[in-house]
């Protein structure tokens, strides 16, 4: 009873007429004198291809993903060992990610981040995940880089969405004890390593959900320390 609930809930939160009430909020609420980035993901390379190739660099054994949906990315995965943690749909396990760590026992190569693009929920997600994590173990975070204001409000006002991911990866930017890169390829891969980071982004901001979308708009290249594709290769490469 409960789920069913939930997942109607869930559907009506995503329906036209109410998606359409939330994007005039969003309008009145800033939308309207926002600024726009000018990317386009066209010519980069797609999630499958940069997962797989990671895999396949650092012979990587074990995968994690966090939001699976319709397997798009997950059943074209080739990994020794596969988990996929969805609520709804696809992957392996029917399950909520905060449900699944906190029975988690497994350590993983690779964990891909795409369940829920609230901020507090992503920084639950990469918490967690840093610690289901194996010793050169990567983490990818998928959305990092909506390109108006529409994409990245919550709640939800449109179907192409990021979230407010990019908070949650912005927050993990000032961390001494991870490195962080984002790749500039399907909508924003956010890359996290365990190790000292290199290039610790310097934010005087106690509150991350507080960031404006303007600031980040008019920084985004420095506060996520972007980088494409063939300088993703090399960081992973260089990388124990
Ligand atoms: C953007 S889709 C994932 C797409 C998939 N990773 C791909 O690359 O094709 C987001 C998924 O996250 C799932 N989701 C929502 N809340 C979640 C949660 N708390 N834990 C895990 N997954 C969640 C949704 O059910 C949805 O299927």
Redesign the pocket.
């Known amino acids: 009873m409960k789920n069913f609930l939930k997942k109607k809930i869930q559907r009506l939160l995503i329906s036209k007429n109410v998606m359409k009430f939330f994007y005039l909020f969003h309008y009145f609420n800033g939308g309207y004198k926002s600024k726009k980035i000018d990317i386009s993901f066209k010519t980069k390379k797609n999630?499958i291809e940069i997962v797989q190739k990671i895999i396949d660099l650092k012979k990587f054994k074990t995968y994690l993903?966090?939001?699976?949906?319709?397997?798009?990315?997950?059943s074209q995965i080739k990994c020794h060992s596969k988990i996929g943690?969805?609520?709804?749909?696809?992957g392996t396990v029917r399950d909520?990610?905060?449900n699944f760590f906190s029975k988690n026992t497994e350590k993983f190569n690779l964990i891909?981040i795409?369940?829920?693009h609230h901020y507090e929920?992503v920084k639950r997600d990469i918490k967690n995940s840093l610690y289901a994590l194996k010793d050169g173990g990567i983490i990818l975070l998928?959305d990092c880089m909506p390109r108006n204001y529409y994409y990245q409000a919550v709640p939800r006002c449109q179907i192409d969405w990021n979230g407010d991911t990019w908070r949650a990866f912005l927050e993990f930017r000032t961390k001494e004890n991870v490195d962080s890169y984002c790749c500039y390829a399907d909508e924003g891969i956010g890359v996290i390593l365990k190790r000292k980071n290199r290039k610790k982004l310097e934010l005087n901001q106690k509150n991350f959900s507080e960031i404006s979308f303007n600031d980040y708009a008019q920084n985004y290249k420095h506060y996520l320390n972007l980088i494409e594709y063939e300088e993703l290769l090399n960081v992973i490469n260089d990388y124990e």
């Open positions: 999630r993903e966090i939001g699976t949906f319709k397997n798009e990315l997950f943690v969805d609520p709804t749909s696809g909520t990610s905060d891909f795409d369940g829920l929920q998928h």
